[in-house]
C-alpha cells in the first residue's frame, strides 16, 4: 500500500514569502505529525494532529507556523513569512491507533528559503 | 529541544563488522524506537522497545533499555554496505502526549 507522500519534494522561495507544504497520510491513520529536521540535527517536533483537530501544537516555533488538517486526512503546513532559518526538511508522519506509537515517516520537503 | 544525546556521533567500520551505538535521554519514557535514515530524507522505523522490556531483536539488530541510566543501544550485526545510514532513538513519554523526541542520530559507514 502507499505511504506517507509529501509536496513538493523541494521548494526554494524567497525571504518573505508564504509556503505551503502538503502532507498526505496513509489511508486510515488518524494521528498525522508534523516535524522539522535541520542539517545534522535529528527531526524536532512540531504539531500532532488527531483526527481534525490539533492535539498538541507546542512545537511550532512562532505564529508564522500553522498546520490544519481540515477533513482529517491531509494536512497542509502554512509558513508565513519565510526566513532564512526556517530553512530545513519538513518531515510528515502517520500512525494509527492500533500502531503501538510507530511512526510512519514521508520523504520530506526541503525548504531553502533564499 | 533534543531528548538526548546519541554516542557515538559517527561511526565507520568494516562490512561484516558489527556496529554499536548509544543513546541516552532525560525524562520518564514509555517507549524507545530506532529509526533510520538515508541522504537526510524519510525516517524509516527499526525497531521499537517498551519501557518494561530490557532487550528485543528484529533480525540483525539487538536493541537493550535500561532504564535506570536512561540509556538504549543498538547493535547492528554482520554489517552490510547497504547499513550506511543515519541512525536515531527516538522516544515517546506519556507526560508528552504521542509525540516523539528524537536524539541528534549517529551516522554508520559501512565500507565494502
Known amino acids: 500500500g502507499a505511504g506517507v507522500s509529501q509536496t513538493p519534494s523541494n521548494k526554494v522561495t524567497e525571504k518573505g514569502k508564504y509556503v505551503e507544504l502538503r502532507c498526505d497520510p496513509i489511508?486510515?491513520?488518524?494521528?498525522l505529525y508534523w516535524y522539522r529536521q535541520s542539517l545534522g540535527q535529528g527531526p524536532e517536533f512540531l504539531i500532532y494532529f488527531q483526527g481534525t483537530g490539533a492535539a498538541d501544537d507546542s512545537g511550532l516555533p512562532n505564529d508564522r507556523f500553522f498546520a490544519v488538517r481540515p477533513e482529517g486526512s491531509v494536512s497542509t503546513l502554512k509558513i508565513q513569512r519565510t526566513e532564512r532559518g526556517d530553512s530545513a526538511v519538513y518531515l510528515c508522519?502517520?500512525?494509527?491507533?492500533?500502531?503501538?506509537?510507530?511512526?510512519?515517516f514521508g520523504p520530506g520537503t526541503r525548504l531553502l528559503v533564499l | 529541544s533534543q531528548q538526548g544525546e546519541e554516542d557515538p556521533q559517527a561511526l565507520s567500520i568494516q562490512e561484516g563488522e558489527n556496529a554499536t551505538m548509544n543513546c541516552s535521554y532525560k525524562t520518564s519514557i514509555n517507549n524507545l524506537q530506532w529509526y533510520r535514515q538515508n541522504s537526510g530524507r524519510g525516517l524509516v522505523h527499526l525497531i521499537l522497545?517498551?519501557?518494561?522490556?530490557r532487550e528485543k531483536h528484529s533480525g540483525r539488530l539487538r536493541v537493550t533499555l535500561d532504564t535506570s541510566k536512561k540509556s538504549s543501544s543498538l547493535l547492528i550485526t554482520a554489517s552490510r554496505a547497504a547499513d550506511t545510514a543515519s541512525y536515531f532513538c527516538a522516544t515517546d513519554a506519556e507526560a508528552a502526549g504521542n509525540k516523539l523526541t528524537f536524539g541528534g542520530g549517529t551516522r554508520v559507514l559501512v565500507k565494502p
Open positions: 522497545i517498551r519501557s518494561n522490556e
Open positions: 489511508s486510515g491513520h488518524t494521528a
Open positions: 508522519a502517520s500512525s494509527s491507533t492500533s500502531g503501538k506509537g510507530i511512526q510512519y
